[in-house]
């Protein structure tokens, strides 16, 4: 099993949400082709509801521990509650260009 379907199983299973997105991005930086390291997570539920942001990243952090201890170098998150995500019409920032490790 991917390291990415292992992330889209873990969140599907304790977060229930409503959209769930996984983006390998690995291939934006300077890694071995087909590398698993560097992750997009987009995922909104109801259960982010009067949570603030670091305790939204704290949640998700403490469902992927495994992941996070060696298996990902990095990982952005955007968390939204169900308004939010509507608020937003379902856009969130796209990731910045791979500014080291040689890449240009």
Same mark, same amino acid.
């Given at each position: 099993m991917t390291i990415q379907v292992q992330i889209e199983q873990k969140l599907q299973n304790a977060?229930?949400?409503?959209?769930?997105e996984v983006l390998n991005e690995s291939h934006m930086h300077n890694v071995a082709p087909g590398s698993e390291s560097h992750f997009k997570v987009t995922l909104v539920s109801s259960q982010f509801n009067g949570k603030m942001l670091i305790a939204r990243h704290r949640l998700? #952090?403490?469902i992927?521990? &495994?992941e996070l #201890? =060696?298996?990902i170098h990095a990982l952005a998150l955007h968390t939204l509650t169900p308004d &939010?995500?509507?608020e937003r019409a379902g856009k969130v920032a796209e990731s910045p260009l791979c500014m =080291? =490790? =040689?890449k240009s």
């Open positions: 977060m229930q949400p409503d959209f769930l998700i #952090n403490g992927l521990a &495994e #201890n =060696g298996k &939010e995500y509507f =080291g =490790g =040689g």
